[in-house]
């Protein structure tokens, strides 16, 4: 007997929809900064990542080393980088839960994706 599977689309969807609508706004922000700037933004990012879970283990790590080993793997060459202008809380916006008018447009999208070419819709069981 084959599986009967069911889901609501518009809920499936909320979730990926955000991240998405988040990385392309943070995207749009660092376009700017242009390639170096961008590794630069990411090996902040990890260096932070880095020191935060090792908190978390009890232990203490230098920034400038652990930054200095992020930027040397994400293909840098050694010596002191000044860290970047982008602040975390520069971010932080695009990171809020969505609003009621976000909901609407994406339950809007999973309307309009969940019509096929004929027009009839889908019912969302595989």
Do not use: C, N
């Not at 749009?28 to 700037?37: I, M």
């Not at 230098?62 to 809380?89: H, K, M, N, Q, Y």
């Amino acid at each position: 007997m084959r599986p009967s599977f069911r889901w609501d689309v518009a809920r499936l969807i909320q979730p990926p929809a955000a991240a998405a609508r988040r990385h392309g706004a943070v995207s749009g922000l660092l376009y700017p900064l242009g390639q170096q700037g961008r590794l630069l933004v990411q090996s902040d990012a990890v260096t932070e990542d880095a020191i935060q879970s090792s908190r978390i283990e009890g232990e203490t790590l230098a920034r400038d080393s652990v930054r200095a080993s992020a930027r040397r793997r994400l293909g840098f060459e050694a010596g002191p980088l000044a860290p970047t202008d982008i602040a975390p809380a520069t971010l932080q916006p695009f990171f809020a839960e969505p609003t009621e008018e976000d909901r609407r447009k994406a339950k809007a999208l999973v309307r309009a994706m969940s019509r096929d070419p004929t027009g009839s819709r889908r019912t969302g069981a595989g």
